[in-house]
């Protein structure tokens, strides 16, 4: 499955680079199902089908793949430059509900999977690949989805896990944000116990309680960051998400300066780091900030303008202002940031360098 997977990427990879039309992708799309063992001569590869709906109606997938009969998962396809919007989503998620499947597949500048639930509001994003060679979910999609290994069970069963995973790490995700914005409180009352039991024929609880109160504690994660979920195990429910990030239209301002979107607050911070630092060296930056602290680890924070190149990245994903080391190295700031993942850049940002960072709804 890794070699047909790189074989995916590779003719993906193509398509972005030549910038094809959507016309000329699906083409692409349909020869990706035909690596994967689905036939079209059996009618297994419908493209462009035109389904009645109820007396007067009829939907046109982009793609059905169907098998004896019976049809098994519907594609979306857009542009190889294209992400994908709510109203697409939606689009792909009628599809589903009307064709009764419960899998639909996103394909377009990645590829994303999306599982209607049982009597779920809306279809769920479980798995979000992007065209990289070798990458395990990359082979996993290979292996759900090639016909030979196809099992509709084992995909529902891979769905739910997903779902699972991405429950367990919001909820501690959201225990570990408790934990650093009420510090205070929580090491107090742990203290509280603790101290209480230890020396409890020496200190009154008075005694104790006021030691306490004149105890300032704070939290912090161990790498300055606050916890994402990790990438390509889930996400959460995608009209959800979007409704809990509709409203967020937070602004940030660097040192007094003016209020500036999420991702271009990165590119200020860089910015103001290298002309405070005009000697450090891109080795020195990129440990500073490092690809960790990137929504995608591939994309990292920086990459050197012949890194973007020779691992054919989207350029589209970073800031087209080319920044330049101590060392003359040329190098550009990735652009894809939301409310989390930019939390250990700003940690960093104040708590090392003394930045001061404002923030204001809007």
Known sequence: MNERWNEIVNDLIDARHRNMDENMYHNVIENLFKQLGWMQYKDEIRSKHNIPIGNNNYIQPDILI????????????????????????????????????????????????????????????????????????????????????????????FCENRVKETNRQENLYKIKKDLIENAQTRITEGLKLYLAKKHADSFSEDDITGMLAELLFTARSKDSQQMDLPSNTGKLPYIEQKQKNKKDYTKYSLNGGQFLPKRKLILAIVSTYIKEHPQATFAELEIFFGPELGSVPKLGVIRTTDYIRENNLDETRFFPEILRSGDGIDFRVCNQWNKVTICGIINKATQLLGYNIQNRAE
Do not use: W
């Open 66 to 157: 169907r098998k004896n009969d019976e049809d098994l998962f519907v594609i979306e396809v857009k542009r190889p430059v294209h992400n994908i919007s709510d109203r697409e989503r939606l689009q792909l998620e009628s599809y589903m509900r009307q064709l009764k499947l419960k899998v639909g597949i996103y394909i377009g500048e990645y590829i994303e999977v999306l599982y209607d639930q049982p009597d779920g509001k809306h279809a769920i994003s479980i798995l979000e690949i992007p065209l990289e060679m070798d990458n395990k979910d990359g082979i996993r999609f290979c292996k759900l989805f090639c016909k030979e290994t196809f099992n509709k069970e084992d995909i529902i069963e």
